[in-house]
């Protein structure tokens, strides 16, 4: 199984142009988020979804929309990037809640994003 | 608010020198603690679940335990290759999850 893919692995941006970072998830995981990681911040969550169709606003959801027409894939997009939105992004995926296996998060391996 | 806080910020050992890390938590609910392990240039692993204080899990060199308050893992007799960030996770039984900043741990030979 490939787990959880992210493309691009590596962009470079100009200020003001837009782009998507698509994550794309082969173990039927009904959660999925997005979430950003900057030195000394740790991972702060910036939209997440429960199921297909549906979206909602983590910590720091603003310069950023998502997607989750399908199951398996969940899209960030950066309408008019900015040097602020630099940083290396994370998608990651669940079953599901409760106490159990399934509410471990499996993580793809990063998309490095830097707008000039 | 929920929060998560680690110490120390970044910890050098000699190989073979054991130590704790520590994962000190204030939320409304834990349904779960996660330890993940992230390499660079890379996304987080999964180490381990604690689910009651009291808990405790192993995995080769680490070990992780959990009180009402906080969590350490333990790393014994560490490698040069145990060296990577370690993350700490809360699940507050809400549909996220509250991270830590993490730990950086170097493991010199």
């Known amino acids: 199984n490939a787990g959880v893919t992210q493309t691009p692995k590596f962009r470079v941006l100009k200020t003001g142009q837009s782009m998507t970072l698509l994550c794309a998830q082969d173990?039927?995981?009904?959660?999925m988020y997005w979430y950003r990681q900057d030195p000394g911040m740790g991972l702060r969550l910036i939209h997440y979804?429960?199921?297909?169709?549906?979206?909602a606003k983590g910590e720091v959801p603003d310069g950023y929309n998502v997607s989750r027409l399908k199951k398996q894939n969940f899209l960030l997009g950066l309408e008019s990037a900015a040097p602020s939105q630099t940083s290396v992004y994370f998608c990651a995926s669940r079953l599901a809640g409760g106490n159990s296996g399934a509410n471990v998060l499996t993580f793809g391996a990063g998309s490095r994003l830097t707008v000039l | 608010e929920d929060q998560v806080t680690q110490s120390p910020e970044a910890l050098r050992l000699q190989e073979g020198e054991s130590s704790s890390l520590n994962c000190s938590y204030t939320v409304s609910g834990l349904r779960g603690l996660f330890w993940y392990r992230q390499d660079p240039g890379k996304g987080p692993e999964f180490l381990f679940t604690l689910y009651s204080a009291g808990e405790e899990k192993e995995k080769e060199r680490l070990k992780a335990t959990l009180t009402k308050k906080e969590s350490f893992l333990h790393i014994t007799a560490p490698k040069p290759e145990d060296s990577a960030t370690y993350l700490c996770a809360v699940d507050n039984y809400g549909q996220n999850f509250v991270f830590g900043p993490g730990t950086r741990l170097s493991v010199l030979p």
């Open positions: 979804s429960v199921g297909e169709g549906t979206t």
């Open positions: 173990m039927n995981h009904e959660y």
